[in-house]
């Protein structure tokens, strides 16, 4: 199916950029060598499109997939994806179906490995979650070989232990990942003090992959970055400082919509909700069918801007459920229908995640993950 076809009764859309995937996956699998490339796509791609991004992901070089619940990766077989998939949320739903599905489900808790037990699928491959400082998923020492115990019992393969850093892209003093590292070596060396050697930890995220080749391990997930978004302001600081200045991250997404209406406002006169911006000269407003609900922040009322024509258009007054107001004065050439960029490129401008987040009061992660998956995606 063409764009033009996909799009043509879409009130916006996001087009990902299937070069900038590809050329973002080839980075890390430079970086990682022979070790799994796990790609994770939960949160519907971080909002790019799940099954899109898992696709190009694989056929551009990753290994593996990672989602957060069993049935974000449930939809990925449905859709014909066989590449190996773990869930790295809790196993809750059907926890069965998962199994018999090929899934690798992520234990971490004695509960969660008691439940994932009495399933008793034999030759189901686990991974379990070590709790290293994170305070968030993850088993505590004392745990683990209860943990390894039940599941090695119902017939099932610990094939993974894993971690996740509290603070990796938060900082530039990295003591405290550091660690981190130690306390899950350590817990690594207790799983095989108990007879339990797993083939694949892994602990390293984006930021991780790109800083610290010490926390490669046998498998890596990038999540942020495959999409070509840096983790933070700070691991770009630290990738620099390190040395690590190679890599060169491509932004995937283009977010865009249409004008739908243009009116002309006198002095005076006041825009949206609340009466919030009033017109201190003639004024030209477009409309644009495009929200909050849609994912489009609410918080970027009167301090953000969009694209038309290459020019830069400020958004006026409050965003509201499903339109935004911006001011289109200063381009006398816009008119109905004309194509809007709310993120990415159009001329020599562009708006990035990072301009959105600062003025939502966010990270960049919020502002793509929350596009609305019922917007169309189309691969460009």
Not at 92 to 107: E, F, K, Q
Not at 169 to 188: G, N, P, S, V
Request: with cysteine; net charge neutral; proline share 3%.
């Amino acid at each position: 199916m063409s764009i033009s076809s996909t799009i043509s009764h879409a009130t916006s859309w996001a087009e990902i950029d299937g070069a900038a995937l590809r050329s973002n996956v080839d980075q890390f699998r430079r970086i990682v060598g022979d070790r799994v490339l796990l790609a994770v796509v939960k949160a519907n791609a971080y909002g790019h499109g799940s099954e899109l991004v898992s696709r190009e992901a694989l056929a551009a070089g990753a290994d593996w997939l990672g989602v957060f619940a069993i049935r974000e990766g449930l939809a990925l077989r449905a859709s014909g994806i066989e590449a190996p998939i773990l869930v790295l949320g809790p196993p809750m739903g059907d926890v069965s179906g998962a199994l018999s599905a090929g899934l690798r489900l992520t234990v971490s808790s004695l509960n969660a490995a008691q439940e994932v037990a009495k399933v008793g699928l034999k030759g189901a491959r686990l991974h379990l979650k070590l709790e290293t400082g994170t305070n968030r998923q993850g088993l505590l020492g004392h745990e683990l070989g209860e943990a390894a115990s039940i599941l090695s019992s119902s017939g099932a393969i610990v094939e993974g232990a894993c971690t996740h850093f509290a603070d990796i892209e938060d900082t530039t003093d990295h003591d405290f990942a550091q660690k981190q590292l130690a306390r899950f070596e350590e817990r690594l060396e207790e799983l095989r003090s108990l007879g339990n050697s797993v083939p694949l930890p892994h602990a390293a995220c984006s930021a991780a992959t790109i800083l610290f080749p010490s926390t490669h391990f046998a498998m890596v997930r990038v999540g942020i970055s495959l999409y070509g978004l840096w983790p933070s302001r700070e691991t770009f600081v630290s990738a620099r400082t390190l040395g690590r200045a190679a890599i060169s991250l491509r932004p995937a997404l283009t977010w865009k919509t249409r004008i739908a209406q243009i009116k002309k406002l006198g002095v005076g006169e006041y825009v949206g909700y609340g009466r919030t911006y009033r017109a201190t000269h003639q004024t030209r407003i477009a409309v644009l069918p495009i929200g909050y609900a849609d994912g489009y922040d609410r918080g970027l009322s009167s301090g953000a801007h969009v694209l038309v024509r290459g020019v830069r258009a400020p958004v006026r007054g409050r965003i509201c459920m499903n339109m935004t107001l911006v001011d289109v004065t200063d381009i006398p050439q816009a008119q109905d229908g004309d194509e809007v960029v709310l993120l990415g490129d159009q001329g020599e401008e562009k708006i990035t995640a990072e301009d959105l987040a600062r003025l939502a009061g966010t990270i960049n992660y919020e502002i793509v993950a929350r596009i609305s998956p019922d917007l169309p995606r189309v691969l460009v």
